[in-house]
């Protein structure tokens, strides 16, 4: 059974990036589509914030949508500034870090 039904997005516009707030000194994330063929979580990572580096089964869709982030893939830092993407492949290593505080679409694709 899939959560889609649960999805603040269901039959209905919204701007995503109004749908989770900062928090100080905080990473919040909010799951908005989960699927058997994969998930989209919007997170806001304040300012400092990071995700230390780790490996998913699954290729992964980072968009940030608000401030900039530092994403590292395979030991290659890179910034990404509000509209930029990049994919991070299954299984290579990654981290996240915030430059400034900043929101992320991150969409996992289950293969």
Partial sequence: M???SASPLRAQPATVGSLVE????????RILVKQPAGSVTLFAF???????EHTVPHDALVHVLD???????????????????????????HAVRAVTRFKMLLTMLKT
């Fill in 67 to 93: 401030g900039e982030a530092e994403i590292t893939v395979s030991g290659i830092p890179h910034r990404l500034p509000a509209g930029e993407a990049i994919l991070m492949p299954a299984h290579e290593p």
């Fill in 22 to 29: 900062y928090q100080p000194d905080a990473i919040v994330s």
């Fill in 46 to 52: 304040d300012a400092s914030q990071s995700l230390g």
């Fill in 2 to 4: 899939s959560d889609a």
